[in-house]
């Protein structure tokens, strides 16, 4: 099977990195870099259901995903596949509120979307990324697993299941802290 659920919540979210390039820019996702994308993967779930005609697997009930370090955590997640000499993973849908951890670093949204295939990982709604004192939160998050960026922007912002703008959210803008190391005077 490829790679699991989300093989890259490792996105460095370094101040030099996210500051260089501004608010809404790419960072250079570190931990990304060094994921084993062709590990063996782990499901954990309440329930699984095989739509075997339809070339995909249903997860629910506290679902967790493991491969290589990352951990991937939702309520429901579907896994789309082929068979062509074997079962291939292509897709992988998260939702209800997805949380991916490697190291430490995480990520957190609304909803989680891996195309193995294309090695891009897309979150949406009320995205928050966080490294060691460093944080960010933006409407969407894409992770380009071929350059090892992460992007953050307000797209996706804030919106309910129903598509409406939820009160309180980002407004459509990426905001964060970033830790500052002590200097000498």
Not at 40 to 61: H, M, T
Not at 124 to 147: A, E, M, P
Not at 163 to 169: A, D
Request: a positive charge.
């Amino acid at each position: 099977m490829k790679s699991a659920m989300l093989a890259g919540a490792g996105f460095a979210l370094t101040s030099l990195g996210i500051l260089a390039t501004g608010g809404g820019a790419p960072a250079q996702a570190q931990a990304l870099a060094n994921h084993n994308s062709n590990a063996p993967v782990d499901f954990d779930a309440g329930s699984i259901e095989v739509q075997d005609r339809a070339d995909r697997v249903v997860l629910a009930g506290g679902v967790t995903v493991t491969q290589a370090g990352l951990t991937v955590k939702a309520p429901r997640m579907t896994v789309a596949y082929t068979r062509s000499g074997g079962t291939d993973v292509n897709r992988l849908d998260a939702t209800g509120g997805v949380t991916v951890n490697k190291g430490d670093e995480t990520a957190k949204g609304n909803v989680a979307i891996y195309d193995l295939d294309k090695r891009l990982i897309t979150m949406v709604g009320n995205v928050q990324l966080n490294q060691g004192g460093n944080h960010l939160t933006g409407g969407r998050l894409v992770i380009d697993l071929n350059s090892g960026r992460a992007t953050v922007d307000g797209r996706g912002a804030a919106r309910g299941p129903d598509g409406n703008p939820i009160t309180g959210g980002t407004n459509g803008r990426v905001t964060g802290t970033f830790s500052v190391p002590q200097r000498k005077q």
